[in-house]
């Protein structure tokens, strides 16, 4: 069911009863969901972070509503009481169910109880709520302003980038995408390798986000006084320019000739860069999404089949599309690029951000504790 939207299907609630906002209430708005849903519109020009927070708001009002509960009666006890049910939503035949249409009687909100990861990180975007909605005059006040050490456990940066795949692993993953295919000359699933090849060479590159590739048009790659560049638009709205090496030329050049097309793109090309399997329509950002892990299982099952690493299998299998902008920045900084070069390349507000990709000293730290031994 889509409680911000107030669709019916799937599971039921009874979030449409009117609400009395505060006389101080600066949004036009008089349920709970309908002051999620201004709240959400701040994002509707970022489509994956609108749906990121769509679902965890929905998933607190939903429980709110079992509780017979409103957002204005959210306190300390009751955010610790949604906390323990995030990390086990109960009852399950409620809460928990295999992936279905959002519309589908069978939708449910969770897949299964959230990772501490997870669950910190919708903890986030609720204390972010929370903040609008007293601003807005919704709620008198913010619950998350209780929790203690409230700094370290809302955190969820880890000192260093570990989801990435290593680069002796990168270096198996790209030689197994490159495989010649065999006698199948213009068949569909060469069509689907050379598309495969660009996305991931795309991905590993310029290290964008999943919204980001999905979006790019032919036209955003553009030569400037000899140079190509990367027009993109990411996170916040901002416009950046990204370089073009020269290893994404040619994936660019064997991709557009896979489609028939000639040469580098054209300047003002809105066409999409990456395409369906009729070669001329876009996919979507659920769609590279499924494409990217699909192609990942496959690979940790030819890689499990050829007894590698079992750890390098169980990257893959773990590996997620995020993970290769990970891989990217990582084996950027690991190739000698500045830091400052590198935080302009992966759009990063902040410096300290990027350095979470530095591995070298890591390197050097080993190797000298290596001094250190049991006998002269």
Request: glycine share 6%.
């Amino acid at each position: 069911m889509d409680v911000i939207a107030g669709q019916k299907g799937g599971m039921q609630a009874s979030s449409a009863v009117v609400e009395q906002p505060f006389q101080s209430s600066r949004i036009n708005a008089h349920t709970d969901a309908q002051a999620v849903a201004a709240w959400l519109a701040e994002y509707q020009d970022n489509p994956q972070t609108w749906k990121s927070y769509r679902r965890e708001t929905e998933r607190l009002l939903l429980w709110l509503d079992r509780q017979h509960l409103t957002l204005k009666a959210m306190d300390r006890e009751t955010l610790r009481q949604f906390e323990a049910f995030l990390a086990d939503p109960q009852p399950a035949q409620h809460w928990v169910g295999p992936s279905k249409p959002r519309y589908h009687p069978g939708w449910r909100p969770f897949r299964g109880a959230l990772s501490p990861a997870s669950r910190r990180q919708s903890l986030i975007i609720l204390q972010g709520l929370f903040s609008w909605l007293v601003e807005a005059g919704w709620v008198s006040h913010n619950p998350f302003r209780l929790m203690r050490d409230k700094s370290r456990r809302l955190n969820n940066q880890s000192p260093r980038i570990e989801r990435y795949l290593e680069r002796e692993l990168w270096e198996w993953f790209w030689c197994w995408l490159n495989k010649p295919m065999g006698d199948c000359k213009g068949s569909r699933a060469e069509y689907e390798q050379a598309r495969r090849r660009f996305i991931f060479g795309f991905a590993y590159l310029l290290a964008p986000r999943i919204s980001e590739m999905a979006g790019t048009r032919m036209g955003d790659f553009s030569q400037s006084e000899g140079r190509w560049w990367w027009a993109v638009v990411g996170k916040g709205s901002k416009l950046a320019r990204v370089p073009v090496p020269d290893d994404m030329q040619a994936c660019l050049a064997d991709w557009r000739q896979a489609l028939g097309l000639d040469g580098l793109p054209m300047q003002f090309d809105e066409t999409p860069a990456i395409r369906a399997l009729d070669g001329k329509r876009g996919i979507g950002d659920n769609q590279l999404y499924r494409l990217i892990r699909e192609t990942f299982t496959e690979a940790a099952d030819v890689l499990e089949a050829d007894e590698g690493a079992p750890a390098y299998v169980a990257a893959l299998r773990k590996a997620t599309p995020h993970w290769l902008r990970h891989t990217s920045i990582t084996h950027q900084a690991q190739a000698g690029i500045s830091l400052r070069h590198l935080a302009e390349s992966a759009r990063h507000a902040r410096l300290d951000t990027t350095s979470r990709y530095l591995h070298t000293e890591d390197n050097e730290w080993h190797s000298e504790q290596q001094r250190h031994r049991l006998t002269p």
